[in-house]
C-alpha cells in the first residue's frame, strides 16, 4: 500500500525557515514524479515546487522562486523541500504527491497519491 508522510511543518517567524520531508512507503520513488502542493484556508490548492523521477528537473511556482528549494533522495524514498525567507502568505497546509513518470508538473489533477499535509504557519 502507498503511503506519504508529510513532517517538518510548524510555527516559524516571517524570514525563518523550515524543511518539509516527505517519506515514501510501498514502492520504488524511482519512477515518479514529485510535487509539494499548499492550501491556505478558503483557497484553492496550489503546486509549489515539482522534481523529475531523477532529479535532474525542478519547477517552482513564481511565488516561491529563490526562497524554496525541492530535494529528493531515492536511496531513501523521501523528498525534501527547504523553505527559506518565509512569508506570512506561505502559511498553509502543506502535501506531497506522486505523479507517475519522469517529467513533473505543478497541475494537481496530474498527481495520483497523496500525503494528508503538515502544516506551515508562518508569523510573529
Known amino acids: 500500500q502507498v503511503q506519504l508522510v508529510e513532517s517538518g511543518g510548524g510555527l516559524v517567524q516571517p524570514g525563518g525557515s523550515l524543511r518539509l520531508s516527505c517519506a515514501v512507503s510501498?514502492?520504488?520513488?524511482?519512477?515518479?514524479?514529485i510535487g509539494w502542493f499548499r492550501q491556505a484556508p478558503g483557497e484553492e490548492r496550489e503546486g509549489v515546487s515539482c522534481?523529475?523521477?531523477?532529479?535532474?528537473?525542478?519547477n517552482y511556482a513564481d511565488s516561491v522562486k529563490g526562497r524554496f528549494t525541492i530535494s529528493r533522495d531515492n536511496a531513501k524514498n523521501t523528498v525534501y523541500l527547504q523553505m527559506t525567507s518565509l512569508k506570512p502568505e506561505d502559511t498553509a497546509d502543506y502535501y506531497c504527491?506522486?505523479?507517475?513518470?519522469?517529467?513533473?508538473?505543478?497541475?494537481?489533477?496530474?498527481?495520483?497519491?497523496w500525503g494528508r499535509g503538515t502544516q506551515v504557519t508562518v508569523s510573529s
Open positions: 504527491a506522486l505523479e507517475y513518470g519522469y517529467l513533473c508538473s505543478l497541475a494537481a489533477q496530474e498527481y495520483d497519491h
Open positions: 510501498g514502492f520504488s520513488l524511482d519512477y515518479y514524479a
Open positions: 522534481i523529475s523521477s531523477v532529479g535532474d528537473i525542478a
